[in-house]
């Protein structure tokens, strides 16, 4: 019996749910790049950067390419870009409708009377 469609989302999203994964697959929506690249890029160790990366293999989000001794990677499909795209989309509207709602308070907000 195959897994409902749900829960393959969610682990979908529980892949995509550390910063270091984010951020290789950002570099990786612009181009192609070979892992010392990625390096100061994404901030972390190299073994740590290794490890994040074979997540993403897991989920077939990227795949990668030999070249002598350089590993080259890149996404699976130019639809995990729009997936990033959406996101960073849906984080503005939030973040647009909550300074809205902030800037709201502090236009209600009750003034202090002056002292007597």
Same mark, same amino acid.
């Given at each position: 019996?195959?897994?409902? !469609?749900?829960? &393959?989302? @969610?682990?979908?999203?529980?892949? !995509?749910g550390?910063?270091a994964r984010?951020? +290789? %697959?950002?570099? %990786? @929506?612009?181009?192609?790049?070979?892992? $010392?690249?990625?390096? #100061?890029?994404? $901030?972390v160790e @190299?073994a740590?950067l290794? *490890? /994040?990366?074979? =997540?993403?293999?897991?989920a $077939?989000?990227v795949?990668?390419?030999k070249?002598?001794?350089?590993?080259?990677?890149?996404?699976?499909?130019?639809? =995990? @870009?729009? %997936?990033l &795209? +959406?996101?960073?989309?849906?984080?503005?509207? =939030? %973040?647009?409708? *909550? +300074?809205?709602?902030? &800037?709201d308070? /502090?236009? &209600?907000a009750?003034? #202090?009377s002056?002292?007597s």
């Amino acid at each position: 019996m195959s897994r409902p !469609l749900y829960q &393959a989302k @969610a682990e979908l999203f529980k892949t !995509l749910g550390h910063p270091a994964r984010i951020r +290789v %697959l950002e570099l %990786l @929506a612009q181009r192609e790049y070979a892992v $010392g690249e990625m390096l #100061p890029e994404v $901030g972390v160790e @190299a073994a740590s950067l290794s *490890q /994040q990366l074979a =997540v993403l293999r897991k989920a $077939g989000l990227v795949t990668f390419r030999k070249a002598g001794s350089t590993v080259y990677y890149s996404l699976t499909s130019p639809q =995990v @870009a729009e %997936l990033l &795209a +959406v996101a960073r989309r849906i984080l503005s509207e =939030v %973040l647009t409708g *909550q +300074v809205e709602l902030l &800037a709201d308070l /502090q236009v &209600a907000a009750p003034r #202090p009377s002056p002292p007597s």
